[in-house]
């Protein structure tokens, strides 16, 4: 059976299942939220033949990778996540099973997080198309921004990195990694087909920071201009649609697009700089019996989709909170007062390189 032998609300009666049936129905969805809440929404598209294929993940995790993107930018904000709405974009031919095995990949990613798809729409298409809205509730005083980043601040990423690059070589390449053992090539394609939001971190992000997040001492008092720790500054005043934007000791995203990416992003948007250690980046131990060390490297660094967060917080958070998650978190580099981002050697054998931002996926 294909999507045209039922019609589009045929098509919609199917998907309506995956909804819970009070919300759904109506030309909205409407969700109350709460005092000195806000409202974090993000929206992601993904193409058929660009971020996905059935020769590497199929519908089931084609679905998963979908959901999975979506609150991995909520939890880079802080955001606790609320519901999800889909558009599809299909070709009048497609399987009807595939359609459901993309939401019942959805629906598994989601159910982890308790968040349901709650609506979205579906039209006719050459190209097989999603795209994904997802909304989220962040307390106003713990939105984590990329332009709260300060000079002395140190530099975590969440997990690994590379391994979502290294699984996807294996989906491609036969010859690639025939020395791997079935459970460490399962883990690496797993770490492709489905990643996990780091929607886990965020707790232990505010229980280090304190119920209020804020810069205070004794771990993490406002910065001076020179990027010293100064306990005798004011706090700074919140402002903002609803009080939104406060002087939270943090500054983050996810690393999608590749751990360099976010970096240079969050320093671009701070107006910092970076010193990032290649000796300190947390790659997979098996990489030393696939890959070269550069390339292993250039995976890391560039090869992005590991959905981690990059995160910038002074020293003693740092430490703290790479102590608390464990499993591949590090501190990698430290921020700077220059704009310039350089990829150092603290081992003094590579000579130091500037990361660019042009070498991780770019769509044109």
Known sequence: MQVKDIGEQGLLRILQKFCPAEIVGDDCAVMATTPNQSLAITTDMLVDGVHFSDRTTGPYYAGWRAAAA?????????????????????????AVEWVEEFYRGMTACLQEYHTP?????????PVVTVAITAFGEVECDRTISRSNARSGWAIVATGVHGASRAGLELLLNQEFGQNLTEVDRASLILAHQCPKPR??????????????????????????????????SPPLSKGGPGGVKSPIAIAGMDSSDGLADAIIQICRASGIGAKVDRTKLPIPDIFSEIVSTEKALDWALY?????ELVLFLPIANAELLVEKIGNGAAIVGIATESTDIWLTDSSGIERDTVLKIDRGFQHF
């Not at 609150?71 to 009048?92: C, F, I, N, Q, R």
């Not at 798809?117 to 298409?125: K, N, T």
């Not at 090869?303 to 959905?307: A, K, L, N, P, T």
């Open 199 to 232: 929607l886990d971190v965020l707790s232990v992000v505010w229980e280090i920071l304190g119920s209020e997040g804020a810069m205070e001492p004794p771990l993490s008092p406002p910065l001076s201009k020179g990027g010293k720790q100064d306990f005798n």
């Open 70 to 94: 979506n609150l991995s930018d909520l939890a880079a904000m802080g955001a606790k996540p609320l519901a999800v709405t889909v558009a599809l974009a299909v070709a009048a031919d497609t």
């Open 117 to 125: 798809i709650v609506g979205g729409d579906v039209v006719r298409s």
């Open 303 to 307: 090869g992005g989709e590991d959905f």
